[in-house]
């Protein structure tokens, strides 16, 4: 009995002597987590391959990151996420050393050093006015001398010295009102050309060392011109008109300006298309995109324009490359099928090709958006070419010898949305030989975690135990696992394609580049919008395959054309797609399934109508049911008002549509707009499982939790104060936080935090709130906390009662019973400003709760729900101290080892996702921004299941030794007690 | 006397002196060693007596016994001062064991006073006694459980796995998809 006790005590210290944060030891890094690392859409490329040292690429995407890439491989040398608001506009390299980028408008210059990407030098260029910026770096053929750096940014051109990035001279031309578009130098002259309004043309010569205006002219053209003015040599520029008919050249020899005019009807008889100048840079030429036909037309000497070739269905065009003096290259891409024909032709020799060669792209990746072309020298002293593409869906390849030497799939830089998928559950039946193989090398593993437990594993068996336990089949298969950690993550991307993620390894499962969103003439500009799970097979539809809504419009504005798509989540394959006639302004799944599963989706238009999906009869008949309960809001952020509707009746249209419903107000709540502006709004996750609705004072009192899904929490700053931190005093901001239901309209609580402004940050969770804002006069970030309990239960105090089961406590309620509500609140201060905030769910919803907060730092804290509790107080009592109330302090903890994403960053953090695992215990977080990152956490420690490296042989010999002593002992006292009696 | 005359009449003998009559006798003194107490021990009689003496032996052991608990309730009642009103792993093995050992008495009742039963023995006394003091020693740790706060006498107890009550309304949407 005492041993035991000893035993039982001796586990309990070892429990309780665990870490409080459940920080992680250095090899477990990766056992539960993946990091992926992306760069986002490529807009720049330079190679870098003349030294002898690694081939590199340069890049920089319109997820504002500059990065090195190996040529070799395609994985990252270094990378710089700039953020949202730094955009790179330009990209070059200076001094044969720098790579420098012109970011942020035109505003911020950059030198990176190219080996290792340490910053060298920054420069932040002031000017007056918004304009477009130009990034020209003059190569000095000397190799001895300074680069001059030219940019236009801010209305006016700089002259930046290349080695320390001082700014030599500076031009303001905010008075002449110019939007400059070329600079051009030649030897000691610098010319700055561009257009005011758009037919006007000004050409401005500069002094280069100076900076002096040496003469200025301009031409007033004879028509408006339409699109960007593309420099084809030196001197010489084209331009289309407004019309897109013409062809104006206008050449500026020595600070003259004279142009002329052609009709492109002249250069092609049948054209009927819009025409489109296309900004690669070939000398003496340029490529003129019309219909499906990329028109080549040289430029002579004497301006006259020639045509050289007209390619068919070609998709992208290259720079021109130099590859030797005086000979020039350039690369384009004919689409042929699934086949992809890539020619690099000689600028001057347009008969023969340098290169021809035909490769087969996967045709999820869509169409060729750009091509960068570099070349090298064969042995046999021929020029050969590569080629990097970037593709419709943002992924990037390197094309060399008629093969794809790598893939990036970089649209995974650029996540929308995020929804899961279960995998299919596993088959019965497993063949012998593999279970004889898993037999052995289970054994093998065992005898070596053996090893590694009782420290007589040697280095090289050390290596072998995290290998193991790094690439465990068990976590990448495709099926369902006993503790749910293996899932589908689908993600929608920015440029439309979905893309299936295995939650134990990141791998992509599948993907598909959705045709409702690819570019068409009708839909200039598809977006996806969201992805909901659309059908969920649980229990009477298991044979049927889970699948997911992709919702997409053709273009920003609310009133464009919509379609969905319907996918299916194990194979990827597009189930169907539908051209909606309707408008989509939101999208409203209900909590209703038909008899195969599929969810129920309200689609209201911007015309006040609401369509029911999938059109079944079947959905009508759930919804007829129901039509007396189910409401919905909208959120009128622009005027201050937030409004409630339900379902009225069929509508009256010419056609009648039984799938179509109007709605009828039933409340409004109209902010004061002088002194409120919504600047937040957040709900529950409809997902989200609640335990239990009481919770349990410290003092056996019970208080019960106002839990509902029909909740609105709403936060509004002062009118003034909705701008960037700094720009309102205290005395003229402030925060009013709302909590309202969203079926009565009505207001359950309101707060006004004074000196306060936003942005605010918030999560929803059972019956709290917590949100985070700025407070003005303490200067500080701040944390809220709100619990919302409800008042008019608080009288079931009668034990007899629950004894015989006589409440009504889990009996439906109706939000019209207008229950009296409570909330405890309190407030913290907080260090970092936040990204993004999220809350830990289960499936259960019995263990505690963590927050996630995305920091600015681009990690991910984990911070106990337990610090946001509003009954802190300075000096908790015994009994409450027992019960784990922290005692309150002003501000809440950081502690490093809660980083969930321990040393790794995901740059360019925009969102996090937590998924409920089986186990209850546990909860599967993705993050993701420009890099994803997923791990398991569990914010009560895993307290059902044992660890993932407990030694089973360990327990299975220990087992094996007590047996054996316990017969030992048995046989030994058999002996003696014989001996006993013969004395 | 009577007891001469019973074994006269049972047996088929001719005469027979009563040596343990000495009722008539008295004036001759007894001759020296002689125990007149040796005298009783009679075959019959000492059964008799050993009997009785062995009744008024088990009536008194079975008292005994039955005051057990006592002491045992004594015991109990400062072990658990001991152990604090906590809940810790002391506390409550020996409020378990508080309220096992009552409970494993009371169920063993009849086998703990077998060995005193006997048709002479009036053992319901001692019987409710054991009882009584058992129970007592149940309340006490039932008593203690409940000061422990392990006995489900508060409501908090009843609704801490109370599912949150369904909602008969649907409310969904929010701000426009941009």
Redesign the interface.
Known sequence: MAMA?RV??LL?FFLSSTNIGFSLFEDQVGLMDWHQQYIGKVKHALFHTQKTGRKRVLVSTEESVVASLDLRHGEIFWRHVLGTNDVVDGLDIALGKYVITLSSDGSILRAWNLPDGQMVWETSLQGSKTSKSILYISKNPKADKDDLILVFGKGSLHAVSGIDGEVLWRKDFAGESIEVSHIIQSTDKIYAAGFVGSSKFYVYGLNADTGKLLKDDHTILPCDTFGELLSVSGDKFVVLDKMRSKILTINIKNGEISYKQKLISDLIKDSSGQAVILPSRLPELFALRIDSHVLTIKVTNEDDLVLVDKINNAAAVSDALSISEGQHSFAFIQHEGSNIHLFVKDVNDWNGDLLKESIIIDHQRGNIEKIFINNYVRTDRSYGFRALMVMEDHSLLLVQQGEIVWTREDGLASVVDVTTSELPVEKEGVSVAKVEQNLFEWLKGHVLKLKGTLMIASPEDVVAIQALRLRSSEKSKMTRDHNGFRKLLIVLTRAGKVFALHTGDGRVVWSILLHTLRKTEVCEHPVG??IYQWQVPHHHALDENPSILV?G?CG?S?AAPAALSFIDAYTGKELNSLRLAHT????????YTDSTEQRLH?I?D?DRHAYLYPRTPEAIGILQR?FS???????E?DNGIVR?HALKSNCIHKIVDEYCFDFRDLWSIVFPSESEKIIA?V?RK?NEV?????K??TD???M??Y????ILFVANAAPKATGEIGTATPEEAWLVIYIID??TGRILHRMTHHGCQGPVHAVFSENWVVYHYFNLRAHRYEISVIEVYDQSRAD????WK??LGKHN???????YYRPEVTTKSQSYFFTHSVKAIEVTLTSKGITSKQLLIGTIGDQVLALDKRFLDPRRTLNPSQAEK?EGIIPLTDSLPIISQSYITHSLKVEGLRGIVTVPAKLESTSLVFAYGVDLFLTQIAPSRTYDSLTEDFSYALLLLTIVALVAAIFVTWVLSERKDLQEKWK | MEKGKGVMGSGGRRWAVDLSDNSTSRDIPDPPGFSRASLDQDDSTLSRQKKDAESNWKAQKAWEVAQAPLKNLLMMGFMMWMAGSTVHLFSIGITFSALWQPISALQSVGKIFEPYKDNKVELLGPKLLFIALNLGGLALGVWKLNALGLLPTHTSDWVSSLPPAQEVEFSGGGVNLG
């Open positions: 006790i039982f005590l309990l919008l969201n919702v419009r920003p609310l989509i302004a939101q999208v409203i799944p209900l909590p309200l209201i911007i129901e309960n189910v409401y919905w809001y909208s959120v952020a409630g709004t709900t409809s609640v335990h239990t609705q009481a349990v004072m056996y009192d019970v019960y939790k839990v509902s899904n029909n969203t079926v079931n105090k009668d034990v629950f004894v406590l889990t009996s439906p309620i109706s939000s027992e």
